[in-house]
Every structure is written in structure tokens, then in C-alpha cells.
């Protein structure tokens, strides 16, 4: 069995960038700043077997903000930087009626057929309400990280920061059994 962590990518993985007092998704790589801060708690996750994934969507694409050639140089700084296996993007505007924009379950779905992945064992960790309902979608366990964008709808535990977040799913895993499971799987 193979199981997973999704991250929210923008406010979880990355810095998101400020004007003023908005806040927007990075546009190009020189603002780009992924979260140095986090690096060793998802080791203690890859340590236990996990697979890591970052889910992001990112309709401005369509429009050139950021191109894709931009997009996936960020992507690749942000995998390398913190050991991800991958990041999984929706790239089509909100009125696409699309199966892979959060909430709904089409990138999960997909990444569970490409890597192998059992959904019923994996989390989801995120500081929104889209990736919560997400989570419920396809059986995973969803950790918000307590925010203004959790909403009131679904979600399993709230938790106040990314280091609880890792502590949660520990401990959920090891509750389900699923720590064992994946320790025996180890070489």
C-alpha cells in the first residue's frame, strides 16, 4: 500500500505574495519562495513512507500569469527544495467544468492510478475549505491548518500550524494502523 500527503501548494509549500494588503499566487520564478521552515517535518514524513505531493490550481495559466514555462520552473524548484514527488496543477479557469479544479477529485483520482496510491490511507493538509471537500471526495483524511480560508463545510481535524499538521497525520496513521503497514513495506 502505498500512501500519500497532499499539500496545498500556495500558503503551505510557498510564501504567497503580498501587494499591499492582498495577497496573490507568484507569477514569476523571482517571486517564488518556498518554505525553507518546513523541510525537516516532511522528512519525518518521508521517513514513515509517505509519498509527498503538492496540488495547486492555477487557472491564470490560461491567461499567461505565470506562462506554463514559468509554472513548471517554479514546480521544479519547489520539488527539489523539498523532496516532493510531484505537483499536481489544474490549469483551467473556474467555468472550465473541469473534473481536476479543487474541490473536485479528478487530480487526486489521477495521481492515485499514476503512483499506485491508496486515497482511504492518504491526507490531505491545506489551509482551505476546497481542499478539505477535496479530501472527503475520494476517502482521504483532511488536516486544515487553521486560516481564514477554512470555511465552514467538511473537514477532520483543525489544526494551528504546519507542524501540527505532520504531528496530526502521524498520529491518525499510527491510530489506522497504516504506520505499521508502511514500515513493513520498507526494504
Same mark, same amino acid.
Given at each position: 500500500?502505498? !500512501?500519500?500527503?497532499?499539500?496545498?501548494?500556495?500558503?503551505?509549500?510557498?510564501?504567497?505574495?503580498?501587494?499591499?494588503?492582498?495577497?496573490?499566487?507568484?507569477?514569476?520564478?523571482?517571486?517564488?519562495?518556498?518554505?525553507?521552515?518546513?523541510?525537516?517535518?516532511?522528512? $519525518?514524513?518521508?521517513?514513515?513512507?509517505?509519498?509527498?505531493?503538492?496540488?495547486?490550481?492555477?487557472? @491564470?495559466?490560461?491567461?499567461?500569469?505565470?506562462?506554463?514555462?514559468?509554472?513548471?520552473?517554479?514546480?521544479?524548484?519547489?520539488?527539489?527544495?523539498?523532496?516532493?514527488?510531484?505537483?499536481? !496543477?489544474?490549469?483551467?479557469?473556474?467555468?472550465?467544468?473541469?473534473?481536476?479544479?479543487?474541490?473536485?477529485? @479528478?487530480?487526486?483520482?489521477?495521481?492515485?492510478? $499514476?503512483?499506485?496510491?491508496?486515497?482511504?490511507?492518504?491526507?490531505?493538509?491545506?489551509?482551505?475549505?476546497?481542499?478539505?471537500?477535496?479530501?472527503?471526495?475520494?476517502?482521504?483524511?483532511?488536516?486544515?491548518?487553521?486560516?481564514?480560508?477554512?470555511?465552514?463545510?467538511?473537514?477532520?481535524?483543525?489544526?494551528?500550524?504546519?507542524?501540527?499538521?505532520?504531528?496530526?497525520?502521524?498520529?491518525?496513521?499510527?491510530?489506522? @494502523?497504516?504506520?505499521?503497514?508502511?514500515?513493513? $513495506?520498507?526494504?
Amino acid at each position: 500500500m502505498k !500512501v500519500a500527503v497532499f499539500f496545498e501548494r500556495d500558503g503551505v509549500l510557498i510564501h504567497p505574495v503580498s501587494e499591499g494588503a492582498a495577497v496573490r499566487t507568484p507569477h514569476r520564478l523571482e517571486e517564488f519562495r518556498v518554505r525553507e521552515d518546513i523541510v525537516e517535518a516532511l522528512g $519525518q514524513l518521508r521517513a514513515a513512507g509517505f509519498r509527498l505531493f503538492a496540488t495547486t490550481n492555477q487557472p @491564470g495559466v490560461t491567461s499567461g500569469a505565470p506562462t506554463r514555462r514559468e509554472l513548471d520552473l517554479m514546480h521544479t524548484v519547489l520539488c527539489r527544495k523539498l523532496s516532493l514527488e510531484a505537483v499536481l !496543477v489544474c490549469p483551467h479557469p473556474a467555468d472550465d467544468a473541469c473534473t481536476c479544479r479543487k474541490p473536485l477529485p @479528478g487530480l487526486l483520482r489521477e495521481a492515485a492510478h $499514476q503512483y499506485k496510491l491508496d486515497l482511504e490511507h492518504s491526507f490531505v493538509v491545506s489551509d482551505r475549505w476546497e481542499d478539505a471537500e477535496l479530501a472527503d471526495a475520494v476517502g482521504a483524511t483532511s488536516v486544515l491548518i487553521r486560516s481564514k480560508t477554512n470555511g465552514s463545510g467538511h473537514h477532520d481535524y483543525i489544526v494551528p500550524d504546519f507542524s501540527a499538521a505532520v504531528a496530526k497525520v502521524m498520529e491518525v496513521a499510527r491510530d489506522l @494502523g497504516t504506520l505499521r503497514v508502511l514500515s513493513e $513495506q520498507k526494504p
